[in-house]
C-alpha cells in the first residue's frame, strides 16, 4: 500500500521495493479503506472487548496500557488463519471495485 505519505514516497524505499521485485499500485485518495488490514482490525477491535469489555472504560494509564497489550496479543492468536486468507483473497475484488468507481468509494 503506498498512500502518498512520505515514508512511502521516499526515494531509498521507492528503490528497495524495485530491488525486491515488489509492484506497487497506486494508492486511490478516496479508498483508504481499500486495504483489507481495515477489516483486520475492526476483528480485533471486537475480539479484544468480547474478551475484556472493561478496557472499553478503563482510565489511560500505565497499567491499562499493559492489559491492552496482553488483550491485544491473546485476540491475536484468536484470529483463525481462513479469516487472513479470505481477507487477501479480497484484493483482486477490491481492486477492481475502485476501478470500476474511478477511484471513489467503494463497499470495502
Known amino acids: 500500500m503506498q498512500d502518498g505519505a512520505s515514508i512511502h514516497t521516499a526515494r531509498i524505499v521507492k528503490r528497495l521495493l524495485q530491488e525486491m521485485g515488489i509492484e506497487v499500485m497506486d494508492w486511490p485518495p478516496h479508498s483508504p479503506d481499500l486495504n483489507p488490514i481495515e477489516n483486520l482490525w475492526a476483528i480485533l477491535k471486537d475480539e479484544i472487548y468480547k474478551l475484556y469489555p472493561e478496557l472499553e472504560f ?41 476501478i470500476n468507481a474511478n477511484g471513489w468509494y467503494t463497499k470495502y
Do not use: C, F, G, H
Not at 77 to 90: F, G, K, P
Open 58 to 98: 478503563m482510565n489511560d494509564t500505565e497499567a491499562t496500557l499493559e492489559a491492552l497489550i496482553a488483550a491485544a496479543k491473546e485476540a491475536w492468536r484468536s484470529v483463525e488463519d481462513r479469516i487472513l486468507y479470505n481477507l487477501s483473497i479480497t484484493m483482486p475484488r477490491r481492486v477492481q471495485a475502485v
